[in-house]
């Protein structure tokens, strides 16, 4: 029996490549461009299954068309508002991503941004490698203490549930979260964490806010000018969910203006194109999307699309389905 055709969109660990052709007629991207929408559309009439990625824009516009071979669409990912599930769904396809083995790692990420911001890493690292450094002095570069902060977490999922574990248990922070739906009390109570009922709520108590929320419209913009309005003075915004989940205009003017008092990004708008007010607003840390960059947890994503696409090519229900 042939092989089923499946295509892997951008470059991945060597060793994952590897183990999905010993089973798979596999199209490699050994260039590592970005596929274009017209290439997406016209793969999905020549192969069983596309393993795509977030930099994948999988808008209704790849799903415009009548002929579709493909039965599956295993993400590498966790965040899948690059695709349009329902489109994906009425053409037949089933979709999955790779949640679980990537919370540790963004959690990571999440929380160098909160140190970095607080204790302005950024702009010390920069300053020595200018050559610019003058050396010790007691007024020098003075950030915020991290530890003892009330730190806010909108979504409270398995990335949200890490950070949490890291701020509370690593510097003793007061956790308070904001969550579409009630979280469980035996969840919360294992960070000693108090939901609270609103954003505004949140904005107005916590020093440091952290968002774990999906992506895509339904959260579009959920950090806009009249929420940011309400912030306790200082406030650092994290951002390692979705760049949409930010009005990034607003942020780069509340940055400006002193509304809040830093942000750390991993995550952007139009990633990885930064509007100039972004770039040059004062006491940002920003990171080319490096939540999930590890060794470890880059090979593990791998392995979990491919856990979903053998379960998918076998006919049977994969682990992780996006509904
Ligand atoms: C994720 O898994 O969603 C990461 O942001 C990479 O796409």
């Known amino acids: 029996m042939s092989k089923a055709k499946i295509l892997i969109t951008r470059k991945w660990p060597a060793s994952v490549e590897a183990e999905l052709m010993k089973h798979y007629d596999v199209q490699c991207n050994d260039s590592d461009v970005a596929m274009t929408v017209d290439e997406l559309r016209a793969a999905l009439g020549e192969y069983d299954a596309i393993l795509p990625t977030v930099t994948d824009n999988m808008g209704a516009a790849v799903f415009d068309t009548d002929t579709i071979r493909t039965k599956a669409i295993c993400n590498y990912g966790v965040g899948f508002s690059h695709i349009d599930i329902p489109a994906a769904q009425a053409a037949g396809i089933t979709v999955t991503n790779t949640p679980d083995v990537l919370s540790e790692c963004t959690a ?177 840390v920003m990171l080319p999307h490096l939540g999930s960059a590890t060794d470890e947890t880059r090979v593990e994503m791998g392995m979990r699309a491919m856990e979903n696409l053998n379960a998918i090519m076998s006919g049977k229900a994969p682990r992780d389905p996006v509904t």
Not at 175 to 202: G, H, M, W, Y
């Open 108 to 284: 990571d990420i999440a929380m160098t941004l909160m140190l970095m911001v607080a204790r302005r890493a950024g702009e010390g690292e920069r300053e020595v490698r200018a050559g610019a450094w003058s050396g010790w002095r007691p007024t020098h570069l003075i950030g915020k203490k991290a530890s003892n902060k009330k730190v806010g977490i909108v979504g409270f999922g398995r990335i949200g549930q890490e950070f949490a574990r890291r701020a509370h248990f690593g510097f003793n922070c007061e956790i308070f979260v904001q969550n579409r739906s009630q979280v469980a009390q035996d969840k919360l109570d294992q960070v000693n964490a108090t939901q609270v009922p609103d954003l505004e709520t949140l904005f107005q108590t916590c020093d440091v806010i952290s968002l774990h929320c999906p992506g895509g419209d339904a959260n579009r913009h959920l950090i806009n000018a009249d929420i940011m309005a309400h912030s306790k003075p200082g406030l650092i915004l994290i951002n390692t969910a979705r760049g949409e989940v930010v009005d990034e205009v607003a942020l780069a003017q509340t940055l400006h203006d002193g509304t809040i008092g830093g942000a750390g990004l991993d995550v952007f708008e139009g990633e990885p194109n930064i509007m100039s007010d972004t770039l040059n607003a004062p006491n940002i």
